[in-house]
């Protein structure tokens, strides 16, 4: 039952955050909202405010703003009405929902950076045969604290900066042993392994494996601010480059799209490790929802900027049967995608459960 709470608190943020987007720049753009709805479905719970209606429906898994006029055949050409502003409005109306959580993710990783976060010590836990750390005397216990003369404090680090290595050479690890410093150097080997993005590629490896020591790291506002700049632009860098890798075929989507299923999984892993869990899956979340939602695809964000480009480019509205025929057509695909992409998550995540199950 706190999972489920959990999952929807998290769905119920992301969809607010979305929509308000699109609710406060219509405001401001003169248009009048005829419903902010919070899920899908008959409704819970509704009240009207001035011009806008706001329910709770029984369906959690999204939402809507529905504004005055915003189809050819409900609109009647008045002044308060989505189609009576020029493409520019439109446009903006439309971009601020997926850039409302693209900012929250911003600031739930700023928040992250400010208040702390648990980050894996480079004490060795494991040595592993055939490689240079257990050949040079590395020894359990140890504890790596600069790699060539330059410092490092997490495992993370440490392992970037290894990975990088050319095999047979030597790096010299200055290690901390019983309270005393001690000059290593250890031979790398390379191995291959599957990166992030399900690619082959060798990487350089001392050979040792991490403890589960580990410590709570916090920066001052500014410095997370910076970090939580850099981390959203690698998170959108590694998302498009996924993207990529997956339209070409290089990149499994069976393996690497998830869905609500997937994501109550995930959020149930979350809340066993705790608050910073959390609040990370919230901001990855927000996000990935914002790179989705501006793909050039019909029915999505960035579906309708598309159309309102063409519609800027012609002069003219596209017809309505054009534009339903071509709504139809990508909520009929994208539907699909969705059925694909549950089955695959309860393959993924649910499928031994359940065989477990029948097999007591």
Sequence with gaps: MFTWLVFLFILGIIII??????FVVAKKMGV??????????????????NSTEYSLSIIPLGGYVKLAGDNLEEYKGRPDEFLSKSPKKRAAIIFFGPLFNYFLGFLFFWLIFSIGYPMVTTKIGGILDGFGAKEAGIKLGDKIIAVDGKKVEFWEELQKNIHQKKPDTEVALTVLRDNKEQLIKVKIKSKEITD?????RNVGLLGITPTDEFVKVRYGVFKAFLFAINKVGDLTFMT????GLMLTGKMSMRESVTGPLGIFYITSEAARLGLTALLHLIAVLNISLAIF???????????HLVLLAIEKIRGKYLKAKTERMITQIGLTILIALAIIITYNDFLRFFSN???NLFLK
């Design 353 to 355: 459960k359940f065989s």
């Design 17 to 22: 955050a979305h929509e308000f987007g699109h």
């Design 196 to 200: 992030l993005f399900g690619q082959k």
């Design 240 to 243: 498009y480059k996924a993207l």
């Design 293 to 303: 939602n501006l793909l050039p695809f019909p029915v999505l964000d960035g579906g």
């Design 32 to 49: 009048r909202v005829e419903n902010f709805s919070l899920g899908f479905g008959p409704k819970i719970f509704s009240k009207k405010k």
